[in-house]
């Protein structure tokens, strides 16, 4: 009997280790990740899209439902021109319905990137007019830090027990073995256990190389690093109320954006031409700290006062101000030139490119990685815009070919926006 076990074991124990590491490999192809099309989409689609209203493009809710195909849906995002040029009614009817404005393509986005960013508009579509990232009644957030569907921690644990399962087998089918043997009066040595095997033991280092290297490899890039960062600032400012509610225009507070390197943090001047008059927080939205803490609106106006000096019963300065200390929360290196006016003048880019959904934040917080990979992701997949734009006139070889049809769009690296010398000193 226990021959015909061992025969049988060896028989199958390939095809046991086979199923386990198909079994492991078939964990690895997720579906598609509404938290990482979450990412993707505040830092390619968010200037120009909204998933239940119209803004520079249209509402994308169902956006799936009206495609035909999804293979087309997936060209359009790449390159809308060619679907354009193809003669799709939809395409076509979409591309005049905006004032013939070409969508610009994403070629660098794997069918993967798409489905993993429609996995998100479909998971937002449910929610009604809300964003993931801020509730509209103005209640405090919750589950902050948790993307859903990634379900990265579930499947490695499944991976471990199907590691360990394969383990307990190899070791049966040597006892099997030894028993087999014994059966037959073969002379056979003990089994080795697994923790003194040192094929084992070799086996566990090296995996632990392979992962302890990953993760300080993926900590040392980061470090320096302040995506997410949000300290206390000594006045509570919600940019949703003043620049998202009221609508008041970022370069209003935020002039150098336009006219210099530097947006500048706006001088208490700037916000006292309206708190002059503005001396209670009275809107219908309630304010909350990203702790959940409710905050007094009428209460941060009164901060702004003892800043100023400023009496708001003889509507008079009765006494010195002193500056509000902000704490700066996007940092660059110093050998890293950056220029926002280039940026909002030259290249077109919208606040939300850099900063993200910036009008639905109570507390600011750095929303991209800032790194140099994410900026050179961007300068290869952004197109510039020649229409009407002086900065680019120079460059009379790329708008001959464009006339001509030789090519549909420039890209900021194609005018030299990847060299060197463009971003460091």
């Not at 598609?32 to 099309?37: F, N, Q, S, T």
């Not at 991209?368 to 994410?374: Q, T, V």
Request: proline share 4%; aromatic share 10%.
């Amino acid at each position: 009997m226990y021959r015909r076990v061992s025969i049988l074991m060896r028989k199958h124990f390939v095809s046991v280790l086979v199923l386990c590491v198909a079994m492991i490999a078939s964990m690895s192809v997720q579906a598609a990740d509404p938290g990482k099309g979450k990412a993707l989409f505040q830092q390619n689609c968010a200037s120009c899209h909204n998933v239940h209203k119209q803004v520079t493009g249209p509402a994308l809710k169902g956006v799936e439902e009206r495609w035909s195909d999804k293979k087309l849906l997936h060209q359009w995002i790449h390159n809308s021109g060619s679907v354009i040029a193809s003669g799709d009614p939809y395409a076509v009817d979409l591309f005049n319905r905006f004032n013939k404005q070409a969508m610009p393509g994403f070629p660098s986005f794997s069918d993967g990137d798409i489905d993993d960013i429609l996995a998100y508009i479909a998971d937002e579509s449910t929610k009604g007019g809300t964003t993931a990232s801020t509730p509209t009644t103005g209640g405090p957030t919750t589950g902050g830090g948790e993307e859903s569907g990634n379900n990265s921690l579930l499947f490695g644990i499944i991976t471990l027990i199907l590691a360990v399962v394969a383990l307990i087998l190899m070791q049966i089918n040597s006892n099997l073995n030894k028993l087999a043997a014994d059966k037959d009066g073969v002379a056979t040595p003990e089994p080795i256990p697994f923790y003194k095997n040192k094929a084992y033991i070799a086996l566990v280092i090296l995996l632990l190389f392979i992962v302890g290297g990953y993760y300080t490899i993926n900590g040392a890039i980061g470090l320096g690093r302040q995506k997410d960062y949000m300290p206390e600032q000594p006045i509570f400012y919600s940019h949703k109320v003043h620049a998202g509610i009221n609508q008041i225009n970022c370069l209003y507070c935020h002039a150098g954006a336009e006219k210099s390197k530097h947006a500048m943090i706006p001088s208490e001047n700037i916000c006292m031409n309206c708190h002059k008059t503005i001396s209670e927080y009275s809107g219908k939205y309630e304010l909350y700290t990203a702790e959940g803490k409710k905050v007094n609106g009428t209460a941060e106006i009164q901060k702004l006062y003892d800043h100023v000096g400023w009496d708001k019963t003889s509507q008079k300065y009765t006494k010195p101000g002193k500056p509000i200390e902000w704490t700066k929360i996007h940092n660059l290196p110093d050998h890293v030139y950056f220029n926002h006016s280039q940026h909002v003048v030259a290249g077109k880019q919208q606040c939300q490119t850099c900063h993200g959904a910036i009008t639905e934040m109570d507390e600011v917080h750095q929303f991209a990685e800032l790194s140099m990979g994410w900026c050179v992701n961007c300068h290869r997949t952004t197109k510039v815009q020649f229409a009407d734009n002086k900065y680019y006139s120079i460059f009379e070889e790329f708008h001959k070919q464009v006339k001509e049809g030789k090519i549909d769009s420039v890209t900021v690296e194609m005018v030299g926006g990847t060299e060197c010398q463009k971003c460091h000193y």
